[in-house]
């Protein structure tokens, strides 16, 4: 593919750094020299939280449910949420909106879903979110249940763009009968990492607002959360899933459903 003029090689970015995390090889020296500076911990805690969506969007598509909205998708790391899904409901349609150009670089392994459903890419901003849906509506079919997946995202949107305010106008174009499956840093269980990580991405020039358990629950705020509630993301698992070890991480995880 021939290079696109809007991928800064010379600048981190939070995307390409979770991939370096999860061991993937879409990154470049300044995305690794971001990594190879956080707590040892956090390589383990992102892989923590990529089984957590395994887990989440595994039990939503036995739910029955067939449409889903993911907000942050990152660079592609199989299996791809679309994998998880259309392996158990081939016909469902799934739709990831980022605005990381080197994930638009790579939209190509994104969009190859099961005969029988659909995969699309959207470039969009999620500090758009008005926009992202009138988007997401050519779609996907908001007048029914939509699974909406915000995976280690809302901790690189700070307080000043309104994170809560966004999530509520993206929960509020949704159906009753939809979910939020939502993920977010966090350093309560180790506070004595959340200096040297937030140092980290600050020398980066990347935003971090690592969060605690009650500025993530506001985010779930009408909705009914599924049990095990909100936890760090390897106690969030269901019936038949392969139970975790007995540890926390430094993600809040929750699945929730509208009335």
Known sequence: ???????????????????????GKDNYPVDQTVGEALPAAARENARRNREFMHRAARHLARLGVDQYLDIGTGIPTEPNLHRIVQEIVPSARIV?????????????????GTPEGETHYLD????????LVERAR????????????????????PDDTDPYGIVRTLVDALAPGSYLVLSHGTADEHPELEAATKDSYRKGEIPLRMRTRAEVEPFFAGLDLLPPGL???????????EVPPAERSGFWTGVARLS
Do not use: C, K
Not at 96 to 112: C, G, K, M, Q, S
Not at 124 to 131: G, K, L
Not at 231 to 241: F, H, P
């Open 124 to 131: 969009a901003d999620v500090r758009e979110p008005a926009a």
């Open 96 to 112: 990831y909106a980022d605005n990381d150009p080197i994930v638009l670089r790579h939209a190509e392994a994104l969009l190859v």
């Open 231 to 241: 936890v760090t993301a390897n106690y969030w698992y269901q019936e038949g899933d």
């Open 1 to 23: 593919m021939s290079p696109d003029p809007r991928i800064d090689t010379s600048r981190p970015h939070p995307a390409r750094v979770y991939d370096w995390l999860l061991g």
């Open 138 to 157: 050519t779609l996907l079919d908001f007048e029914r249940p939509v699974a909406l997946s915000l995976i280690a995202l809302l901790h690189f949107v």
